[in-house]
């Protein structure tokens, strides 16, 4: 078991080695990128009022399939926006989240990058899925897969704050997620 988490950490410095080479060339170039990226999160508190009642429930999940697109106005900063589908097992919610996204990579590890997305979660017809506001915040780390593409693993942290009727009463949420997400990236190199 030691000899092989020794080799996985020897495998995986030599391989940021490698990607950070790489990923300063790439990032210096201004250029588009796209992404796809599923996640699952666990939920760590969810409280609000049903009603008159107060709730507050610690257990549950979230899976999310994004999509995203941006483009790197600067060596290290990158503007885009996504757009995802998003379920919560706990309370039984279906969202559709839009938003912008905002990464920063650090200078001293470029292929570390801190991101944040805030948006709104679109309500559908028949009510298929649930509005609100959400927030993610995460940090990921880009592993250069070959010239234009990388997987991209994070790990984050998701607010989503909501209002609905539920068995006919008024509910409002506040969910706080944390979660693991795995992205594919794909950045054509600038000409």
Avoid: C
């Amino acid at each position: 078991m030691r000899t092989g988490i020794f080799t996985f950490l020897l495998i995986l410095s030599f391989q940021m080695n490698l990607n950070a080479r790489n990923v300063v060339q790439d990032v210096k170039e201004k250029s588009f990128w796209g992404s796809a990226e599923l996640g699952y999160g666990w939920n760590m508190r969810d409280n609000g009022k049903s009603g008159d009642m107060n709730l507050r429930i610690s257990d549950g999940g979230m899976r999310s399939l994004r999509l995203k697109a941006g483009y790197y106005l600067m060596s290290r900063f990158s503007l885009g926006a996504g757009l995802g589908l998003r379920y919560y097992n706990t309370g039984n919610l279906n969202t559709l989240p839009i938003f912008p996204d905002i990464r920063y990579h650090i200078k001293s590890l470029p292929e570390l990058y801190a991101y944040t997305d805030i948006g709104a979660s679109l309500e559908g017809t028949d009510k298929a899925f649930t509005s609100g506001s959400m927030l993610d915040i995460g940090v990921a780390y880009k592993i250069r897969l070959g010239k234009r593409i990388s997987l991209n693993p994070a790990i984050g942290y998701n607010l989503f704050k909501y209002s609905r009727e539920f068995l006919l009463l008024p509910e409002k949420r506040l969910k706080h997620t944390v979660f693991l997400q795995l992205g594919f990236q794909f950045q054509p190199n600038r000409q």
